[in-house]
Nanobody
Framework: VQLQASGGGLVQPGGSLRLSCAAS????????MGWYRQAPGKQRELVAN???????NYADSVKGRFTISRDNAKNTVYLRMNSLKPEDTAVYYC?????????????????WGQGTLVTVSS
């Protein structure tokens, strides 16, 4: 099982980006999915997460600006980021709790994507 994130880049303050993260491999089902970020010199923090039935949770700093969503048929989670600020600059990581298919059993593990850099600067 692996997660592949994409969509980062350089954007001006006030701009928008959409991040995507697709899970692939021997997947039976996916529970919660989420996005975290880590700015230089800071700890990784939760940005938003979404349960399998679509319930969402956001960090206070992004409420009203970011929207998390998922497409269960595509095993993909998205993060739409609007009204971006310089303080949103960070490496963004996707995370998913995945039930995978083993040889004789099912296994539950947390997986991380490789990170995608978002830079908000004029």
């Amino acid at each position: 099982v692996q997660l592949q994130a994409s969509g980062g880049g350089l954007v001006q303050p006030g701009g928008s980006l959409r991040l995507s993260c697709a899970a692939s491999g021997s997947i039976f089902s996916i529970n919660g999915m989420g996005w975290y970020r880590q700015a230089p010199g800071k700890q990784r923090e939760l940005v938003a997460n979404i349960t399998s039935d679509g319930s969402t949770n956001y960090a206070d700093s992004v409420k009203g600006r970011f929207t998390i969503s998922r497409d269960n048929a595509k095993n993909t989670v998205y993060l739409r980021m609007n009204s971006l600020k310089p303080e949103d600059t960070a490496v963004y990581y996707c995370n998913a709790n995945i039930v995978s298919i083993g040889r004789d059993d099912l296994y539950v593990n947390d997986y991380w994507g490789q990170g995608t850099l978002v830079t908000v600067s004029s």
